[in-house]
């Protein structure tokens, strides 16, 4: 959700201009924008693992290195989506409100976090089997309890493999250059 503010923030001060008049690409912009986020999203992730593992006790018992990887290609996603909903957005609670509406809410509720993405019936499945959150999810509950690796879990992958570029290159498509 923070990744969606950083692009408005910059629209609603004016310091979007900045972009519009040096040679920065889009895809330079929005990288240099993404970058922080992840690495925070990777601290938080870790922080998390170290949680669960030496205060709850919970046995990590396959690769963490998988693991690791789905988190990197995962929280990648996640903050490109934000900026890709910062693209539309013109003000910073109209990104809250359009990250949550638009992401946050329908990964929660059809990725299986809930209920298990195989008993959603409709449109529900459908979000479900497309949101990368349903395929992190597997792949974090079968690092974390079936001892699994990335050759046991590699098709769960390609999706969120698949997603990186798209969301990322929609971003860039649709950042204006310029006012209009």
Known sequence: ????????????????????????TRSEFLLGK????IALG????????????????VPHKGSFLTLTLAALLYVTIATGMGLL??????????AIFGTSIHYADPATQFSGMIDPV???EGPGRWIGEIYPTSHFLTIARGTFSKALDLMDLWPLFVPLAIAIPLVIGLSVLLLKKQEG
Do not use: H, W
Request: proline share 4%; net charge positive.
């Open 85 to 94: 909903i910062s693209t539309f957005m013109k003000s910073q609670i109209a």
């Open 34 to 37: 993404q970058l922080p986020y």
């Open 118 to 120: 195989a008993s959603l």
């Open 1 to 24: 959700m923070l990744s969606a503010l950083s692009v408005v923030r910059e629209k609603e001060l004016g310091s979007i201009i900045n972009l519009y008049v040096t040679p920065t």
């Open 42 to 57: 990777m601290l938080n992730f870790l922080l998390l693992c170290a949680l669960s593992v030496f205060v709850f006790g």
